[in-house]
T-cell receptor, first 117, second 110 residues
Framework: GAVVSQHPSRVICKSGTSVKIECRSL??????MFWYRQFPKQSLMLMAT?????????EQGVEKDKFLINHASLTLSTLTVTSAHPEDSSFYIC?????????????FGQGTRLTVV | GQQLNQSPQSMFIQEGEDVSMNCTSS?????WLWYKQEPGEGPVLLIA?????ELTSNGRLTAQFGITRKDSFLNISASIPSDVGIYFC??????????FGAGTILRVKS
């Protein structure tokens, strides 16, 4: 299957600082990337859909000014957590899909563990 | 919004036993997916189901898409220690968005 690489895998930051997480599709072009958030022992919750060259679409309840998403190329999307607070500590996971009609498999990155202290 | 009800929440079984977990939804999905997630990793696709009533196998894993498109089960036969992890069902929406179940934590005692 296709490979999606997420970086960094772990990050610890101070409260009030911003953190950028990268999601790269290594061997395919992804017109759409998704960002999920997962709390311990809970399911993945979709935060936003990132489309190359356009603004991201955020799910209800997700602050777009807090979680900045940029999808500048077909192989890279970034999520920036701005002015991070301890409650932003979580596991963030991206996925990327190849274009096409009907079902297209979403390939997941390995996730980023964010800890805000 | 759409929700998937996944059960059981967790299972602790003896190596060699068969495992069954299921998901139900009040909404219809065109595609139903089963993923496995290991600690500190992203989910990995196990089985994808596209047609109502479809029964699909992947090694020791078997999954079926319910006739009503509102439910699915995943069976694992002859469990082994490396089956340990969290299993998620997911329904696919328009635009390739996924809605995930709450997950089933599987522990295997060898």
């Amino acid at each position: 299957g296709a490979v999606v690489s997420q970086h960094p895998s772990r990050v610890i930051c101070k409260s009030g600082t911003s953190v950028k997480i990268e999601c790269r599709s290594l061997d395919f072009q992804a017109t759409t990337m998704f960002w999920y958030r997962q709390f311990p022992k809970q399911s993945l919750m979709l935060m936003a859909t990132s489309n190359e060259g356009s603004k991201a679409t955020y799910e209800q309840g997700v602050e777009k000014d807090k979680f900045l998403i940029n999808h500048a190329s077909l192989t890279l999307s970034t999520l920036t957590v701005t002015s991070a607070h301890p409650e932003d500590s979580s596991f963030y996971i991206c996925s990327a899909s190849t274009p096409g009609a009907g079902y297209t498999e979403a390939f997941f990155g390995q996730g980023t563990r964010l800890t805000v202290v | 919004g759409q929700q998937l009800n996944q059960s059981p929440q967790s299972m602790f079984i003896q190596e060699g036993e068969d495992v069954s977990m299921n998901c139900t939804s009040s909404s219809i999905f065109n595609t139903w997916l089963w993923y496995k997630q290991e600690p500190g990793e992203g989910p990995v696709l196990l089985i994808a189901l596209y047609k109502a009533g479809e029964l699909t196998s992947n090694g020791r894993l078997t999954a079926q898409f319910g006739i009503t498109r509102k439910d699915s089960f995943l069976n694992i036969s002859a469990s082994i220690p490396s089956d340990v992890g969290i299993y998620f069902c997911a329904g696919q929406l328009v635009g390739n968005k996924l809605v995930f179940g709450a997950g089933t934590i599987l522990r295997v005692k060898s």
